[in-house]
Structures are given as structure tokens and as C-alpha cells.
């Protein structure tokens, strides 16, 4: 039984009674819950819209605020939510700016709550008292931010923000101690690694075509193999993101001569010339763990004034739990650099702009769309936990063909800079949001059985 009503505090009502819609009459209730907190309470009935609660009932509860909320009924419990808890880190001691630079982000996805029906606020490590249940957790409003003193939620929503911050053993003890001892579900947990993804993904004999070979053996002999099949190769970071790290390399056997495109640590686009491969990994990659590297084909990408082109993908999960895609957009490799990340001179364009012909347009959609549903379905199936969200990286070749470059957990949302992907973009945080409404739901019905 599920519902969406405005939920309001009445002060006239008895400690422990609370006003339900006659129309939910058939709902059987005898205690009313808030994320962990419960209280016995008595059910009275009205002809309006809207479920009152007395004042005791609103102040034990830790209600923040006022608002248009789902109701579950499970066993007897009326349960109000969901409560989401946005775990992060890098806090500040200015409540204008408690969450730094990435403030604004954050601002963004906590003000798409009234449009869902939910509460969300924003914690850290340090913001939960283990003793007495509650958390200190920012919210966000018309008035700017304040801190709530809440229970613990019904969902956390991980937003690390890299994988650094996620290795902290304060951070990882959190994460396990709230799933273990709490049952509470933890969607998008950890930064994907690029190897263990490309594994798991070779299992699927329908998403191989999409995969270019890969290997995490970066020797001499293995790249030189790889040179001899491919016009170009690249050596990437296994647990790399926005493109650092990652260097182009390609052998001209008319000069007989290593070519090698990559960003120092300067953020500049470099190219160097070596005659042999020991050189140059002694030079450019000097000091470097190739253990934590790959080696992927090169694939000759379309091209547009000039530029090479791949495409951003953002798929995420609905208020039913299934796999959509969200978002998608072209990118252009800025003057002289490997990737096609802004930060490296990239343009973002919609698919629109770079396919002004309607027959091309529907033909990339249509594949960009068939292939990351697909990957989306597998990652989610071979990968833990619970997965909300996941960012594609593809590429499209001169016969058309779609490749697989990367899969984040963690998407960056650059993209969304383009004026005419507003819409996309607070579709993307709307939906993590509904996500975790189906996750509320599913671990008040199936509370033992959501995690098997």
C-alpha cells in the first residue's frame, strides 16, 4: 500500500493520534515511522487530502519540515519517507557553502526532493551519533542551507567524491556498519575498476562486439602485439577518471619512429617522439606502477571539423527500478588532446547538432540506446550492491560501429553545461532520486530480502 500526501503537524490532535484521509480507511495502523524512528499511535479519519499528525508524534518523528511525502504500510506501520541520506565528504564550517566548490551540484539535487516527494539531506562521517540513532545532516531550502538534527534514513545515495576519499577507513567502516548492522541500502557504492568491468563484461557474448581488446599486462612485448594489429594503442590507469593519466600511442613504421599523446602534470597536451618503446616508457611514464595500467586497441574514430567525436551516455534506474537512458550527448576532442574531456579543450554537442540529417540522428540514438540498456542490465547483474546510475563512455567508428570506452559509477555531469541539455540534467538528478523512493519501498516490504 503506497501513497503521496501532503503530510502537516495539528496541534488540536492528541499526543499519540494522527488524521488519515478516510479514503486510505482500509490501511490497518497502529504505530507511524520516520526513517529508524517508530511511535505508537491511533488512526482518526478525515474527508480531506492530507494526513495530520499531533504535535508529540511531528516533534518525536524528527520531521524537518512540512511537506508532500510518500506513505508505506507495512505490517501495521505507517511508514513516511523516504528519507534520503546523501553521504559525501569535504565539509566546510560555512553553512553558505558547507560542501565547498561542489556545493552548487549538491544544491541542485537536494532542491528536486519537492518535486519527488522525499526528504534528502547531506551527511558525513562525522554527522552520525551511533548512540542515540540520529545524524546532523544538511538540508537545503528557498532560505539556503541548515542543519536537521534526523534519524537514520531509509537509503544512503554514496557520493564520494573519488576514490581516494573512498579508501579512508573511517569512510569504509561507515559505509559497511550502516548496511550490516542498520540494513540500510547503499546505491552506488565505489568507483568502477576499468579491468574488473572489462571481465565481467567478456562474459556476455552479445556485448563482446562492443568491447575493444584490452589487457592489464602493459609490457614491451605486449604493446608492440597490440601495435602490430591496431594504427594506434592507449595505455590507461585502471582506476583513472576525466582522462588523466591516459596516453595515445602510435607507431609510424615509415620512420620507424613511437609517437606518444598524453597530459603532463601541468594539464598541458603533449606529444613526443621516441625510437623505441623502453625510451619512452623510461621518460613519459617513469616511476609509473604499470600494474595499474591497461592496454586497449586504439579505434579510428568519426571525425567533425577536424576533431575526433565519442559520445556521453547517462543511464539510470526509475521509480520502478528499471534501467533507462537519461541522457546523451557528443563529445570533440579539444586541439592536440587524447580525450574528449572538457578539461582537456573538449566541445560539448547534442546529437542534433552533430548529426543535422534525421536519418543519422535516429540511427546513433537508436544504438547509443540499445547498447548501454544492454551494458546497464550486465554491469548491474554481475557487479554488488545496488546501482543507480552509471555513465558511458562509447565511441563510433568510420563503419559505424559502437565501441565501449569506459563505464563510470560516478558520471561527472560536464555535459550538462550545454544550454539545451537542461532538461537531461535535472531529469538525471530526479531520478536518483525516485531510485531511492523504489529502494525505500522495496526494503519496507522486503525487509530481510532486499539484500539476498
Known sequence: MKALLPVKCKESLKEDVISIPETLMEWPISSIAFGTVQYACKPTYHSGGILYLSKKIYEELMLPYEGKIHLFVHEDVLHLGPLIGIFTAGFTNSIIRPIGERTLFFSKLLSTEKKVGAYVFLFGANHINWEDGTMEGYMFSDKGWCRRTLPFPHVVYDRLPNRRTEKHKLLSETREKMQKDYAIPWFNPGFFNKWDIHQKLMIEENIVPYLPETSNKVTIEKMESFLAKYPFIYVKPTNGSLGFGVYKIIYNREEGFYYVRYKNVELQNKLM???????????????KD?????????????????????????????????????????KLSGKGSVTTHMNSGGVVKT????????????????????????????????LPGFIGEIGFDFGMDKEKRIWLFEANSKPGRSIFYHPKLRYEDILTRKLSIEYAVYLTEQTIQHPDGIFS
Open 290 to 330: 604499470l600494474s595499474g595500467y591497461l592496454i586497449q586497441q586504439g579505434i579510428p574514430l568519426i571525425k567533425k571539423d577536424d576533431s575526433h567525436v565519442d559520445f556521453r551516455v547517462h543511464t539510470n534506474k526509475d521509480e520502478s527500478g528499471r534501467w533507462m537512458v537519461s541522457a546523451m550527448a557528443a
Open 351 to 382: 546529437i542534433s547538432e552533430m548529426f543535422p540529417g534525421r536519418e543519422d540522428q535516429e540511427d546513433i540514438t537508436q544504438k547509443l540506446t540499445a547498447a548501454s540498456l544492454l551494458i546497464s542490465e550486465a554491469i548491474d547483474t554481475h
Open 273 to 287: 617522439r621516441f625510437s623505441s618503446l623502453e625510451t619512452m616508457l623510461g621518460t613519459v611514464m617513469k616511476n
